[in-house]
């Protein structure tokens, strides 16, 4: 069985170097590193996952597709218990941005490693704890899958120094302004939602986010 990566995904795996030994964290069925390692792509992967579920998922993806060398297996919570030793390039996509930042804050050894991040959630969020540690981005695409558009982040060496949405915009991505067209409704409820909770502690910082992409949004019209 050969692998197909949704647009999702793809995007993803396109962001991995040639020779990577990959640790794909919350991996599911493991469609990214099966896939890296049938093109040829990765020489290694670790298929992490909390849950048993999710990995005798990956197992099955992995035996189908013929995979029985340089991929493993490993039941642990975010990356609890690994180290720069077991792998190079750490794939987190499909989780909220608080969990990515609670998995990275207790795995400081990541800083030398490159990161491919697909956040779900909380991207600003994400940026600004990702910015006052030291990491910086390196690329940053946007990417249509299903109907809905997904923010896709490298971390790597080239560190360049600017935002997501700073690199979209400087890339002329095709995606950005229905992207922030998103982004305007979904806070803009949420601002709603917070003004008729009182005392909402994360009511400032999302007016912020929302008032920082409307003026983003004007400037590309």
């Given at each position: 069985m050969r692998v197909?990566l949704?647009?999702?995904?793809?995007?993803v795996?396109?962001?991995?170097?040639?020779?990577?030994?990959?640790i794909?964290?919350?991996?599911?069925?493991?469609?990214?590193?099966?896939?890296?390692?049938?093109e040829g792509?990765?020489?290694?992967a670790?298929?992490?996952?909390?849950a048993?579920?999710?990995?005798?998922r990956?197992?099955?993806?992995a035996e189908?597709?013929d995979?029985?060398?340089?991929?493993?297996f490993?039941?642990t919570?975010?990356?609890?218990?690994?180290?720069?030793?077991?792998?190079?390039?750490?794939?987190?996509?499909?989780?909220?941005?608080?969990t990515?930042?609670?998995?990275?804050?207790?795995?400081p050894?990541?800083?030398?490693?490159?990161?491919?991040?697909?956040p779900?959630?909380?991207?600003?969020?994400?940026?600004s704890?990702?910015?006052?540690?030291?990491?910086?981005?390196s690329?940053?695409?946007?990417?249509?899958d299903?109907?809905?558009?997904?923010?896709?982040m490298?971390?790597?060496?080239?560190k360049?120094?600017?935002?997501?949405?700073?690199?979209?915009?400087?890339?002329?991505?095709?995606?950005?302004?229905?992207?922030?067209?998103?982004?305007?409704r979904?806070?803009?409820k949420?601002?709603?939602?917070?003004?008729?909770?009182?005392?909402?502690?994360?009511?400032d910082?999302?007016?912020?986010?929302?008032?920082?992409?409307?003026k983003?949004?004007?400037e590309?019209?």
């Amino acid at each position: 069985m050969r692998v197909k990566l949704t647009k999702r995904l793809k995007a993803v795996a396109d962001f991995v170097s040639p020779g990577s030994r990959v640790i794909d964290v919350g991996t599911d069925h493991a469609y990214v590193p099966v896939w890296l390692l049938q093109e040829g792509i990765a020489v290694g992967a670790l298929a992490c996952d909390i849950a048993p579920g999710p990995l005798s998922r990956a197992r099955q993806t992995a035996e189908e597709a013929d995979i029985r060398e340089g991929i493993s297996f490993v039941l642990t919570d975010g990356l609890r218990g690994l180290g720069p030793e077991d792998g190079d390039t750490v794939i987190m996509a499909g989780m909220g941005g608080e969990t990515i930042i609670s998995i990275l804050s207790e795995a400081p050894w990541t800083i030398s490693c490159k990161l491919i991040i697909q956040p779900q959630s909380k991207l600003s969020l994400l940026e600004s704890w990702l910015c006052d540690r030291g990491y910086r981005l390196s690329a940053a695409v946007l990417v249509k899958d299903s109907g809905r558009i997904y923010p896709v982040m490298y971390i790597a060496d080239e560190k360049q120094g600017e935002t997501a949405l700073e690199l979209f915009r400087k890339n002329n991505d095709p995606l950005l302004r229905e992207y922030l067209d998103g982004l305007i409704r979904k806070h803009e409820k949420m601002v709603a939602g917070m003004e008729r909770s009182a005392g909402s502690g994360e009511l400032d910082g999302t007016r912020k986010a929302l008032g920082e992409y409307k003026k983003l949004r004007e400037e590309l019209s």
